[in-house]
């Protein structure tokens, strides 16, 4: 049985890549503050503070030193005016989006390259274009994709395999959580989808590696 580690994993894109693993035959370690209502293992995480993240580290070496992807699919958004820009609001968002999975890696790093396993970051095309109003935002999600290029490079030569995903817009209340506003998503993408294609591209042979893959919605 493989087994994946999900930030996030107890509701949007991550619950759904997560139900979508566990039909698959997959064991998942959810890391989230709330417990997925799903039958998985967790360990309550607030990825915005680092002592959480220590425990979090430390529970998967003791508990699930053995495991095959991990899976940074967390994230939190920001539409913020530049003129109105919150440094609170900044900083909450780049331990999240950004200082998270780093720390989270370094910390698993040897595990991964022992298991060969994968590792996902899952981006945004708001990583690849700039949007109104969404500076820090899109910089926090910038600066992911760096960290996955940089991991491709420290990497080579593994067996180990690191994928930037980066969707669109897709059904989710990621916008409405930061801004209040339910917007009207009928055109958006269904998570659905872009968690088959994740799981598709994880259970691809390992010689091929998906470095960095963008969905946008038609």
Same mark, same amino acid.
């Given at each position: ?118 590792? *996902? ?5 708001? !990583? /690849? =274009? ?5 500076? &820090?935002? #899109? ?22 395999? *690191? ?5 669109? !817009? /897709? =059904? ?5 959580? &930061?801004? #209040? ?38």
């Amino acid at each position: 049985m493989k087994t994946a580690i999900i930030t996030g994993a107890s509701d949007g894109l991550g619950l759904k890549i997560s139900e979508k693993l566990l039909k698959n035959g997959w064991k998942i370690i959810g890391l989230s503050r709330n417990k997925p209502n799903i039958d998985i293992e967790y360990i309550k995480t607030d990825l915005s503070k680092e002592s959480d993240i220590n425990n979090a580290i430390n529970e998967i070496k003791r508990r699930y030193p053995i495991f095959h992807s991990l899976i940074n699919c967390a994230g939190v958004m920001s539409v913020q005016k530049m003129k109105n820009l919150d440094y609170s609001e900044i900083n909450n968002l780049f331990k999240i989006n950004v200082l998270a999975p780093i720390k989270l890696i370094s910390g698993l790093i040897e595990n991964i390259k022992t298991n060969e396993a994968d590792i *996902v970051n899952v981006g945004s095309t708001v !990583g /690849f =274009k700039a949007y109104e109003d969404q500076c &820090a935002y #899109g910089s926090s999600k910038w600066a992911l994709r760096g960290v996955t290029e940089n991991l491709q490079l420290e990497l080579k030569g593994t067996k180990c395999r *690191v994928i930037g995903f980066n969707p669109g !817009g /897709f =059904k989710s209340k990621i916008f409405e959580k &930061a801004t #209040g506003i339910k917007p009207n998503l009928d055109a958006f993408m269904e998570p659905e989808h872009l968690a088959d294609l994740l799981v598709y591209i994880l259970e691809m042979p390992k010689t091929l590696e998906v470095s960095q893959i963008i969905i946008n919605r038609k």
